[in-house]
Nanobody, 130 residues
Framework: QVRLVESGGGLVQAGDSLRLSCLTS????????KAWFRQCPGKEREFVAS????????YYADFVKGRFTISRDNAKNTVYLQMNSLNPEDTAVYYC???????????????????????WGQGTQVTVSS
């Protein structure tokens, strides 16, 4: 059974940084594409960033605006989200997700809808105070 476990969330002040981690277990081959989503209070879950298994194709939501960086360490079965210049609008539960396939896109179409992803973590809370 595939299991994803996020860590690294917390309470920070505006302008601070956080690095989230997500460890995957239960897969024989860690070749799946990975992503981060978030769910702000009262809103639907939204795409943040994704990365293919070779780390040579990365895609970000527009609101990231160069503040966040997704990366992965396949030897450690872990994907990261480095978040800089946090602001209160970034307050949300952050989820990692994984695809069985290794790619994050099909041609010009990128998988950014939550229902397109196969496995999910339980989420980690990030709260940014002003």
């Amino acid at each position: 059974q595939v299991r994803l476990v996020e860590s690294g969330g917390g309470l920070v002040q505006a302008g601070d940084s956080l690095r989230l981690s997500c460890l995957t277990s239960g897969r024989t081959y860690n070749t799946g594409a990975k992503a981060w989503f978030r769910q702000c209070p009262g809103k639907e879950r939204e795409f943040v960033a994704s990365i293919n298994w070779k780390s040579d194709n990365i895609y970000y939501a527009d609101f990231v605006k160069g503040r966040f960086t997704i990366s992965r360490d396949n030897a450690k079965n872990t994907v990261y989200l480095q978040m800089n210049s946090l602001n209160p609008e970034d307050t949300a539960v952050y989820y990692c997700a994984e695809l069985q396939r290794s790619t994050i896109n099909s041609g010009t179409y990128y998988y950014t809808r939550a229902n397109e992803w196969d496995w999910w973590g339980q989420g980690t809370q990030v709260t940014v105070s002003s």
